[in-house]
Every structure is written in structure tokens, then in C-alpha cells.
């Protein structure tokens, strides 16, 4: 009953931990991310080609899979 009315610091603690981890993993996803996407657009300024559908389609899914990512985990 008292443990329920006030936490103790070990489950702040606990739980900054899980909050840092899900950051730490949402920056690791980001960093991979980004390099992949600036590499696919100077492949793409390189070949001079309209978009094509399946690449628009990739880029599309990355940037929905970010956001996903991002809500997943509620620090945003």
C-alpha cells in the first residue's frame, strides 16, 4: 500500500533505463537510416532518372517505418 502511494527511486531509475534504451535504439535505427537514404538519392541525382515507383514506394515505407518507430516508443 505505502510502495503504491509513493514509488521508490529503483523504479525511477528503471525506468529512465528502459526510456534511454528505447532512445539509444530509435538514434542506432536514425544513423542507419540516414546514410541509406543520401546514398539512394545521390544513386538517383547520378543516374538523372525520374523516380520510379518502386524506389518512391521504398523511400515511402522508410519514412513510415521511422514514424512508426518513433511513436513505438513514447518519449516523442
Known amino acids: 500500500m505505502l510502495r503504491n502511494e509513493q514509488p521508490d527511486p529503483t523504479d525511477y531509475a528503471k525506468a529512465f533505463r528502459l526510456h534511454w534504451m528505447s532512445l539509444k535504439k530509435v538514434m542506432e535505427a536514425l544513423r542507419k537510416l540516414i546514410p541509406l537514404t543520401i546514398k539512394s538519392l545521390r544513386m538517383m541525382v547520378e543516374s538523372q532518372q ?3 515507383r518502386p524506389s518512391r514506394r521504398r523511400l515511402k515505407w522508410q519514412r513510415s517505418e521511422m ?3 518513433i511513436r513505438h516508443c513514447h518519449w516523442y
Open 50 to 52: 525520374v523516380v520510379q
Open 67 to 69: 514514424k512508426r518507430m
